[in-house]
């Protein structure tokens, strides 16, 4: 059989944007974005080992608007993949397959992502 | 068990131990990211939370390894370059645990 070298999976190219796929890729690049969060976050507490001086410019970044954004940011990567993990927890349990289902679920799981970012930053914040 | 199925089963088992710990991260993360040095250390070196972080973050990077395997499984059709990508993804979600736990265990 001649091999073809078009893309494995799946085919972005030719979708047409739905709901579903918008969710799937995000939930991928959202996953992605996470632990590579997660990775600086790391290499932040080993640079407490370089002393308070140099911690400055770490906390100068944190403090600066750019610093709020990414913050932010964070709760959002957070909130999204959190409730579209919940949602592939309840397929993997049988439930919600229904395409009607699938697509409120999803509507709720990118809807809700923008509401729990603001929860998780004021909750954080001690705003409660 | 299929070693598909094992994998899939982990897969799910870690990413239901994870929800918890990413809400406890995200949560003080925002009340600390802001604060001065010693917070900082404080927060990191005191119990509970250490032993949390640290668990939050093993679990991270091997939930990690297992999906994003799954993202080269979809998109690298030559075997040998989705091989090495998996064995260079391996060792990093080994070793960024680890030099966090030596870190975080040596910072007082």
Redesign the interface.
């Known amino acids: 059989m001649e091999e073809k ?1 078009n ?4 085919h972005l190219q030719i979708y047409k944007w739905q709901i579903s796929s918008l969710l799937s890729i995000t939930h ?1 690049i959202v ?2 974005i ?2 590579l969060a ?2 600086i ?2 290499f932040w ?2 640079s ?2 370089l ?2 001086e140099s ?2 410019l770490i ?1 100068n970044f ?2 600066s608007l750019l ?1 709020k954004f990414v ?1 932010i940011g ?2 959002w990567t ?2 999204f ?2 409730l579209n ?2 949602r ?2 309840f397929w ?1 349990m049988g439930y919600g397959f229904d395409l009607k289902i699938s697509k409120i679920t999803g509507v709720l799981a990118l809807v809700g992502s923008f509401i729990f970012t603001i929860l ?2 004021l ?4 705003f409660f | 068990m299929h070693v598909s199925t094992k994998k899939w089963l982990i897969t799910k088992i870690s990413s239901f131990l994870l929800i918890p710990f990413m809400i406890w991260f995200i949560l003080n993360f925002i009340s600390i990211y802001e604060n001065d040095y010693q917070t900082v250390v404080f927060f990191f070196t005191k119990q509970p939370t250490k032993i949390l972080f640290l668990i939050f973050v093993v679990i991270a990077f091997f939930f990690s390894a297992l999906t994003i395997s799954e993202i080269f499984e979809d998109y690298i059709k030559d075997q040998k370059i989705k091989n090495v990508a998996n064995k260079l993804l391996n060792i990093f979600a080994i070793i960024m645990p680890l030099i966090t736990i030596i870190g975080i265990y040596n910072l007082s």
């Open positions: 070298n893309p494995l999976s799946p991928r996953g992605v996470n632990i997660i990775t976050i790391c507490t080993l407490l080992f002393g308070a911690y400055e906390n944190f403090k610093g913050a964070l709760c957070f909130s993949h959190i993990e919940l592939h927890l993997d998780f930053y909750v954080g914040k001690n």
